[in-house]
């Protein structure tokens, strides 16, 4: 049973339009896969792979310790800073603490994003027993009326 000729030229332009065609989707796809993600996709997973994995549970009222890496020409050192949690803002990767202290008489607050790559650590002290989101209330307050009291149950 031999084929006809005709039966095979058709048959060979049937396989060359079918193969420019996969050349033609081919080129046509993209190469890399980060080609297929939108640009919000990409900010997602990379946003994601800079998060930090190993904070505690920090509540507003909380006294934290936060290790602050300073550089000083070319050395690298963490210095703790300590004090109540005031408020807590945003979330995801620009989670944000303020924390309040007083430094010789005068009240000092940091604002820290958490999953900065210059906070190094952060440390729950002690957990406090508040009410409130906020406690700017903090800032018009003297001496041993700054005392947040303690929890025990958290």
């Known amino acids: 049973m031999a084929a006809d000729p005709k039966d095979t030229t058709?048959?060979?332009?049937?396989t060359e339009?079918?193969?420019t065609a996969e050349?033609?989707?081919?080129?046509?796809?993209?190469?890399?896969?980060?080609?297929?993600?939108?640009?919000e996709a990409l900010i997602k997973a990379f946003e994601t792979e800079?998060?930090?994995?190993?904070?505690p549970?920090?509540?507003?009222?909380?006294?934290?310790?936060?290790?602050?890496?300073?550089?000083?020409?070319?050395?690298?050192?963490?210095?703790p800073y300590e004090g109540v949690v005031i408020s807590k803002r945003h979330g995801g990767m620009n989670q944000t603490i303020t924390v309040r202290r007083i430094f010789q008489g005068i009240g000092v607050e940091r604002v820290f994003m958490l999953h900065s790559p210059q906070v190094a650590n952060?440390?729950?002290?002690?957990?406090g027993k508040?009410?409130?989101?906020?406690?700017?209330?903090?800032r018009e307050r003297v001496g041993k009326a700054t005392r947040v009291k303690q929890r025990f149950d958290r």
């Open 17 to 19: 339009t079918a193969a």
């Open 23 to 39: 050349v033609e989707t081919v080129a046509s796809a993209p190469t890399s896969p980060a080609q297929k993600l939108s640009a």
């Open 130 to 138: 508040v009410r409130r989101a906020k406690l700017f209330y903090l």
């Open 50 to 55: 800079q998060m930090k994995s190993d904070l």
């Open 122 to 127: 952060i440390k729950v002290e002690r957990r």
């Open 57 to 79: 549970e920090i509540y507003v009222g909380d006294t934290v310790r936060v290790g602050v890496r300073i550089s000083e020409g070319n050395k690298e050192r963490v210095q």
């Open 10 to 14: 058709v048959t060979d332009e049937n």
